[in-house]
């Protein structure tokens, strides 16, 4: 208990797990109450407490033995964090709210390095949406092991792929991993969080997993995230880079219904609130909702398929500009506008809503609100 890892043990469990990144399944606390009561006493922690109190209270605490063993600390005050949201920088996750409530939309992205051969997923640059308690956003579940995911057929695994994940696609080109069996490591493959930064009206994160690819056909990907805390609106900016001609795939799985319109916007229906998706693009696009199919090697159910949303567009140059709105579906209702503008320098993302506008220029290595 004096090990320096130890001194803030429920940071990770209160801004990460409780983000929506919980090894493919939605949003939701992990750990046992009866482990926390023993880690809050030891570190004697008040963020700690603030988890204990609020994600581990439950109806389980008097069912177990443990509970008399460690008992739950009564001198302990449980003390939210002044900011709800945090960069983990040893492992480059970032998770963005207003606050811990389900009321407030919760961001969580990861672009880090293919550097994990056992338990690692292909995943830089993907971001997951939680809100009022359903996650909108997701990735692929990965419910239970078989005999073959920790050899080299885990990386043609849907749930292990940058295709399961909400990642870009360009000619069907995935992120690689940085160690195959019995092949020599593969120092910097994989991506990286270049800048994150909180505040009181909004929070980004730019993100570069260019590095995740082989770099035959995607040459360049950034992705920029916004989270506008005001409107629990998400903004998403990518900036690919390929042949012109190449074909682009930008990838979104729903965990909740999906009902595309017309080929370009779409709904997404949860158990307690609906937002809205809308692609910003100077190109041509379609979105499409389609079925990828995973396997594993199981006797029961060893086939399954999962929703995927995708938007398909011809790549006009070498660069290329995409942008992605996810909103409360009322803002769209009450005739809320998103629109992209390239008449600048860089491009901004612009709202206009009750006679207001809000615009954001994302430059490469920052965005500001104008």
């Known amino acids: 208990f004096d090990t320096e890892g130890l001194k803030h043990p429920a940071d990770f469990a209160l801004f990460g797990l409780t983000g929506s990144f919980n090894d493919g399944e939605a949003a939701g606390p992990i750990g046992t109450s009866y482990h926390y009561n023993k880690l809050v006493e030891e570190s004697q922690d008040p963020t700690a407490m603030y988890y204990l109190e609020t994600y581990l209270n439950g109806d389980h605490r008097a069912k177990n033995m443990w509970e008399l063993i460690w008992p739950r600390p009564t001198d302990i005050p449980a003390v939210k964090p002044g900011e709800a949201s945090k960069y983990f920088p040893s492992i480059d996750w970032a998770f963005m709210r207003r606050d811990f409530s389900d009321s407030c939309m919760q961001v969580a992205a990861k672009c880090a390095l293919a550097d994990d051969p056992h338990h690692g997923h292909l995943d830089a640059g993907s971001v997951n949406l939680t809100w009022m308690g359903d996650t909108f956003v997701g990735e692929v579940p990965q419910r239970y092991y078989d005999q073959y995911f920790f050899n080299e057929m885990r990386w043609d695994y849907l749930y292990v792929k940058s295709s399961g994940h909400n990642t870009v696609i360009v000619d069907g080109e ?7 069996k019995d092949q020599p490591w593969q120092p910097g493959v994989g991506g990286r969080i270049e800048k994150f930064v909180t505040g009181p009206a909004f929070d980004y ?10 770099g035959e056909k995607l040459k360049s990907w950034k992705r920029t995230v ?3 805390k005001q409107t629990d609106a998400v903004l998403v900016l990518d900036r690919v880079g390929c042949a012109k001609g190449a074909k ?4 979104f799985h729903p965990l909740v219904d999906a009902t595309v319109h017309d080929g370009e916007s779409v709904t997404l229906t949860g158990k307690h609130a609906s937002v809205d998706m809308q692609t910003l693009s100077e190109a041509p696009y379609r979105t499409t909702l389609e079925k990828q199919m995973s396997f594993r090697i199981v006797k029961n159910d060893p086939v399954q398929y999962h929703p995927c949303l995708y938007t398909t567009l011809t790549a006009p140059s070498e660069m290329n500009v995409i942008g992605t709105v996810f909103y409360p579906s009322a803002r769209k209702a009450a005739g809320a506008v998103y629109t992209l503008e390239r008449s600048g320098k860089v491009p901004v993302i612009a709202c206009t809503a ?13 965005v500001t609100r104008l």
Do not use: N
């Not at 730019?206 to 995740?212: E, L, N, Q």
């Not at 682009?248 to 990838?251: D, F, G, Q």
């Not at 009750?354 to 920052?366: K, N």
């Open 354 to 366: 009750g006679g207001v506008t809000t615009r954001y220029a994302v430059a490469e290595d920052g």
């Open 226 to 228: 916004i989270l506008d």
């Open 205 to 214: 994160v730019v993100m570069d997993a260019t590095k995740a690819y082989p």
């Open 248 to 251: 682009i795939e930008v990838l």
């Open 174 to 180: 995935e992120q690689v991993s940085g160690k195959h």
